[in-house]
Each structure stands twice: as C-alpha cells, then as structure tokens.
Antibody, heavy 116, light 113 residues
Framework: EVQLVESGGGLVQPGASLKLSCVAS????????MSWVRQTPGKTMEWIGD????????NYAPSLKNRFTISRDNAKSTLYLQMSNVRSEDTATYYC?????????WGQGVMVTVSS | DIVMTQSPSSLAVSAGETVTINCKSS????????????LAWYQQKPGQSPKLLIY???TRQSGVPDRFIGSGSGTDFTLTISSVQAEDLAIYYC?????????FGAGTKLELK
C-alpha cells in the first residue's frame, strides 16, 4: 500500500524558515517524480513544484521559486520542502504527492500556520 | 498561467440525481502531437486528501466507479456523476497539466439537499 506521511508543520512566525518532510513507502520512491501541492484555508489548491526521480531537476511555481526549495533523499525515501521567509499567505495544508503533472497519490497533509 | 474556471461553485443534489460540473480553461489543453487533453479531475471528501478520479479528460483512475464520467476537449470540460450517492459528497477540482505551473480550478462543492 502506498503511503506518504508528511511532518514538520506547525505555527511559525512571519520571516522564519521551516522544513517539511514526507516519508514514502509502498512503492519504489527513487523511480518517481514527486511534487508538493498546498491548499489554503479557503480550499484553493496551488502547485508548489516538483523534483525529478534522481533529484537532478526541480521546477517551481514562479511565485514561490525564490523562497521554496524541494529536495529528496532516495536512500531514506524522503521528500523535503524547505520554506524560507514565510508569509501569512503561506498558511495552508501542504501535501506531498507522487507524480509530476498528474498526482495519483497524496499524503494526509501537514498544516502550516504563519502568524505572529 | 492557464486559468481554470469551474462552475458552479456549489451544488445541492438529492441522492439518485445526475449532476454536471463544468471546467473551462483559458487556453486549449489539447496537444496536437497525441490528441490528448491534459485535464484531470480530483475528489476531496471532508477531512481527506484529494483523490485522482479522471485523467486525460475522460480516463477513469483504477477503482473509480463508472458513474463518474469525464468529457470535453480543448477548453471546455465536464464531470458528470450519474445517480449521485451520499458517499460522493465532496469538493471536485479540475486541474490542467498541459503546462507548468499546473493549475487547479477553485472547486465545486457537492452537497446533499
């Protein structure tokens, strides 16, 4: 059974940094592109970016490119999202998903709240 | 960015009814090289993560009941749910994967009358 389990969320102050993790199981992680997608409290869905199966290429939503970084550790079957200089508008549930353009498996999501 | 516009934003239905959700893209999602429409539909039930229902505009994901039917081409797409059941109450999103950034519609919330 495919499982994606995110962690690392919580309450963070504006301007701070935060790193989310997603541990994958039930499939060969190193064979798959992976993505991050977020959902705002108002239910708006936004693609953040993706990373190639070997970690050699990343692609980001232009509005987030300068603050967010996606990486992976295939030995640990783990996907990461490094968020820097966070803003109130980054408050959302963050989902780890398998796939590049089509998201066939999703984690349960992790909430990030940006507030002072 | 390609803008995805869904309608209606919410829909109240009775069990057994047939419902139609519309999705319009700001540019064509039909790629001439393979004649495929790069459009997917997701279902998000309350308290759950989204689930992929349909891709290539009309191909059901494995395990999705055949009462879910995707149709359309180019810029206009439809998700039809025939004989709605209580378990279908959810928010439905369309998503284009023709170009990055991938973009989603605002969602259609399906509620019971």
């Amino acid at each position: 059974e495919v499982q994606l389990v995110e962690s690392g969320g919580g309450l963070v102050q504006p301007g701070a940094s935060l790193k989310l993790s997603c541990v994958a199981s039930g499939f060969t992680f190193s064979d798959y592109w992976m993505s991050w997608v977020r959902q705002t409290p108002g239910k708006t869905m936004e693609w953040i970016g993706d990373i190639k199966y070997d970690g050699s290429y990343t692609n980001y939503a232009p509005s987030l490119k300068n603050r967010f970084t996606i990486s992976r550790d295939n030995a640990k079957s783990t996907l990461y999202l490094q968020m820097s200089n966070v803003r109130s508008e980054d408050t959302a549930t963050y989902y780890c998903t398998s796939g590049r353009a089509l998201f066939d498996y999703w984690g349960q999501g992790v909430m990030v709240t940006v507030s002072s | 960015d390609i803008v995805m516009t869904q309608s209606p934003s919410s829909l109240a239905v009775s069990a057994g009814e047939t419902v139609t959700i519309n999705c319009k893209s700001s540019q064509s999602l039909l790629y001439s090289g393979n004649q495929k429409n790069y459009l997917a539909w997701y279902q998000q039930k309350p308290g759950q993560s989204p689930k992929l229902l349909i891709y290539w505009a009309s191909t059901r994901q494995s395990g999705v009941p055949d009462r879910f039917i995707g149709s359309g081409s180019g810029t206009d797409f439809t998700l039809t749910i025939s004989s709605v059941q209580a378990e279908d109450l959810a928010i439905y999103y369309c998503q284009q994967y023709y170009d990055t950034p991938n973009t989603f519609g605002a969602g259609t919330k399906l509620e019971l009358k």
